[in-house]
Structure formats: C-alpha cells, structure tokens
C-alpha cells in the first residue's frame, strides 16, 4: 500500500499541464522530533528506558487541485466542492513500543484509505476516514478539525474518536493474545509559529484515552497514551504576496548512477568505488515549481517525484523504487552558472537492495522498504558551458541519491543508522 501511495503522487504531479506557475499556496518541508509515551509494560526492559520514546519526523506541506501533503499525511482528492472532499488518504501511525524492540518489529505504519471531509465552514471540519495496515487490520476515524489563523499564529485543534476492529486492537494492543475491538478518544492540537520569512517553529500535543479492551490487555500498563513533538519548518512565506509569478518552470531529470559502500563524507571527499558486484540504477524525476525564493535569496524549490529502477545483477533481481521529496537549488551567479541541489523526502523500495540488505545486516539491523530520502547534486547550464543558446534549459550534473534511517533516530523508518548511496550522473530539462 506503500507503493500505491508513492505511486499516486507520481502520477498526479503529471495532471499539471500549464505555461505559467504561480507560488503554491501552501508548501513546506519540516523536522520534528516527537516524544510519546510508552503504554507498554516489559520486566526484560529497565523502566526509565521504555517510559518514553522519541523519533525525528520529517514533515511536508503541499496543496493542489489534486493532491496534498500536511505534516504526516498526504492524499489524492477524488472530488473537491465548497462543502464536501473525497480523497485517499494515507497518514503514519506510531506504534510507542520500546526503542530496543523497534528495528526488530517495525510496527510504524502507513496506513491507507478514504477521507470524506465535510466543511461546516471556512475554519472547521468533520472527517469521516476508513484505513487500514498493510495487513488489513482496519479501523474507522470520525473527528471534527478546527483551523484558526491568528496572526504569527496558526493553531489546528482536533478531536477524533477511532472505532477499532477486533484484528486492529489484538494487533497493536494484544500484541501477545486476542481481544475484542474497541473504541478510543484523542484529543489534540498543532501548531505553526511564524518567526521569520520562510522559517516556522512546529509544535503539537495529543493525548488519547484507550478503550476498556485495550486497557485491559496483559501487555498495557497505561489507560492513556500521550504524545508531543517539537521542531522548525521552512514553509511558505504567509506575508508575501499571493499568486506571484514564478520565474521557474517544471523539470525532468534521467539519472544513472551505481551502489558504493561508502559514507556520503567519503563521497564529497571524492572517494567512492563502486562495490564488487556493479550495483546501478537509473531513475526518472519530475519537479513541479513552488517557489523562486527563500528567505529573499534566489533559490528554486520543487515538489519532485520520481520512479528509479535498479537493475538486476548476479546478487539482485531488478527492484523498483518510489520517491517523492522537496528539492532546493541555489545558482553560483557566474558567466557560467552552476547550481548546488539539496531534497529531502521519503523513498519506498519493493525488495531490499544488496548494498542495503549486506551493510545493514552487517551492522545487526533489520532493513526497512520505507527510508527518508537525500539527494546531493551539483549541476552546470549546458547553454552557458557550450555558447548554445538552444540549451539554456539543460543542465549536467552529478548527484548522490541517498536513503538511510536518519542515524537510528526514527522509529518510522525501522530505527535504523545507514542505508545505501549510489554516486550519479545526470541530464536535467526544464520546460
């Protein structure tokens, strides 16, 4: 279901068809980092280490006529009116398990399915939402969502009522027997602070009352589960003028590069072989425009996503890869202009490649599908570099496609510290 989700948005972001673009209304890329409860009780575990748990979140902002992102979730709009939305949906659900257990059981979810958002009014919502794991544990959320704009502020209050089914609750509450479904409460609220420009301070709480089912499992020590998460964000300016004209258009980038093992500062220090058995992949990109400028500079931020394809070798089969990420440039002003790239986003992969499976399981880790996602480049205008007019919209680069687990701190991508580089080069288009 991972790959569906990913997959839609590649497929939505080529529905834009236009020959001017404007700033989006709302975009962003974040990093939070979330601290829970855990309600677990475990005797092979000291108490003060699986009282909490923390995990650093990536956050996305996005909204379209099609598709949007916030925070942890993100959705295909079926159909939009003024009062009524129906989407598909997709939002990560933390299971608060020990740290020490996370890798081995990676219960942090993807959960998919319907969203029918009715719209009382310009500020508040009810949703009406059906989901479920990628093993059919399902559940239903009926909530009613507030969105208050006040100034610096902007405040999103929540409160959501989750009817579980029975394979749900022994699944993510029984854990070791089976129980009846229930039906919990939380309550919440996230919140924006606009400090500056493009930079945001993100923050929010929730606190949930768990049913009498679940309370009552062998393995639950709490009635409550409770959570809050705090971080910065670099979003969409909310002072500057709106519908401005972007002085960017959409790209298309075809990469090739091959696996190394080495560390990405290896990399950067030119020292990258590739590894024994010729590992590659070639990947395809789209980037949509959102912005020209942050925080007054001239650098060009994207929506992109993209489909890699790596190739079968004598330890691999071919394997496909989902990407979907915000990518920043900034151009050198020279005669000769280069660009340095920096995206951050999530990468869905169908099998686990070699270099990942050898170097994670060297280092004791269960290796995850679901990993954040970096892409490093350094590109050059091939109109500038040849004297050619006819390629000012060409650019030629190298880049690092990087996933990892962002150094054992995420609990949604298997609290793993590695993953895999593949050094490459590139031809990117824009038009």
Known sequence: MKKIVIALLIIESFLFSQSSYSEADNWGVGMV???????????????????YVDSAVPMFYYDSKYFFLDGIEGGVKFYESESWRLSL?????????PQVYQNDHQLDSFDVGLQLRYKLNRENSIDLEYLSDIQG???????????????SFELEPYV???????????????LIENIHGGMDIASGLNVKY??????????????????????????VSSNTEYSTYFGVGFLKDKTAKKGSQLSITPYIRVAHG??????????????????????????IFYGHPLADKLFGINFQVYLTTGFVWHHSSAVQDNLREYIVAMKAYYTIPLPIRFRIG???????????????????????????KVLNY?????????????????????????NVHHRSGIFEYSSQFGRISGGSNYPSIYLQVDF
């Open 137 to 151: 544990s399902h559940y239903a959320n009926i909530s009613y969502k507030g969105r208050y704009d006040l100034n």
């Open 160 to 174: 959501t009522t989750r009817i579980k089914s029975k394979k749900f609750n022994s699944t993510y509450y029984g």
């Open 342 to 368: 920096l995206a951050e986003g999530l990468s869905y992969i169908n099998e686990i490649s070699y270099i990942e499976k050898t170097d994670l399981e060297d280092d004791d880790y269960t290796p995850s």
């Open 194 to 219: 606009h400090v500056t420009s493009n930079f945001y301070l993100l923050a929010g709480a929730e606190i949930k009352l768990l049913d009498k089912n679940a309370r009552e499992a062998l393995v």
């Open 374 to 398: 970096l892409d490093y480049s350094l590109d050059v205008n091939l109109g500038d570099l040849l004297f050619t007019e006819s390629l000012e919209r060409a650019w030629l680069g190298v």
């Open 33 to 51: 980092i979330r601290q829970a409860n855990v309600p677990y009780s475990d005797p092979r575990v000291d108490h003060d280490v699986a009282n």
């Open 258 to 283: 091959y696996a190394t093992h080495s560390d990405i500062d290896q990399i950067l220090g030119g020292n990258m072989p590739k590894e024994p058995y010729g590992n590659t992949l070639t990947s």
């Open 89 to 97: 949906l997709s939002r990560l659900r933390f299971v608060d398990i």
